[in-house]
C-alpha cells in the first residue's frame, strides 16, 4: 500500500499540521480522503462572507478542486461526512449539497457540532475512488 499527499492551490492552503487531501493506493485500487474543507476562498486565503448556502457553495467548490486534482469527480464520492453549526440549516445546505451531487448521493453522516474552525457554519469531508 502506498500513501500520497493531494495538494492543489485552488483549495485552501492547510490552516494546520495536516494535509488538503490523502491518496491511498495497492494494487489497482486508489481512494482520495480529504481533510474537511471550511468555506475559505483559495485566491484570497479568506473566510467568504455569507450564510450556509454561500459557506456550503464555497466548500463544495473546495472540495471539487481537490477532487479534480486526484482526477476523479463528485459521482465517485463514496462518503461524505457534514458538520454542521446549527441543525436548523440542515435543509439549505442540502439544497446547495444537492446541485453538486444530483443522482449519485453517496453515503452521508451529518453532525450538529458547537463549533468549527473559523466559526464556519459547515464543514465537510469526502472519501471518493479514482478509477473506474
Known amino acids: 500500500m502506498q500513501k500520497d499527499t493531494v495538494y492543489t492551490k485552488n483549495a485552501p492552503e492547510p490552516i494546520g499540521p495536516y494535509s488538503q487531501g490523502i491518496y491511498v493506493s495497492w494494487d489497482t485500487q486508489q481512494m482520495l480522503y480529504t481533510s474537511g474543507q471550511v468555506a475559505i476562498d483559495p485566491k484570497t486565503g479568506n473566510f ?20 479534480t486534482e486526484a482526477k476523479t469527480d463528485f459521482k465517485k464520492v463514496i462518503k461524505t ?13 442540502n439544497e446547495v449539497y444537492a446541485e453538486y451531487f ?13 463549533r468549527l474552525p473559523k466559526d464556519a457554519l459547515v464543514e465537510i469531508e469526502v472519501i471518493a475512488y479514482i478509477f473506474g
Open 81 to 93: 461526512t457534514v458538520f454542521i453549526k446549527n441543525m436548523d440549516d440542515f435543509a439549505a445546505m
Open 48 to 67: 467568504i462572507d455569507g450564510g450556509i448556502k454561500e459557506q456550503t457553495r464555497q466548500v463544495l467548490e473546495n472540495i471539487k478542486a481537490l477532487l
Open 102 to 114: 444530483g443522482e449519485s448521493k453517496p453515503a452521508r453522516s451529518t453532525v450538529e457540532v458547537s
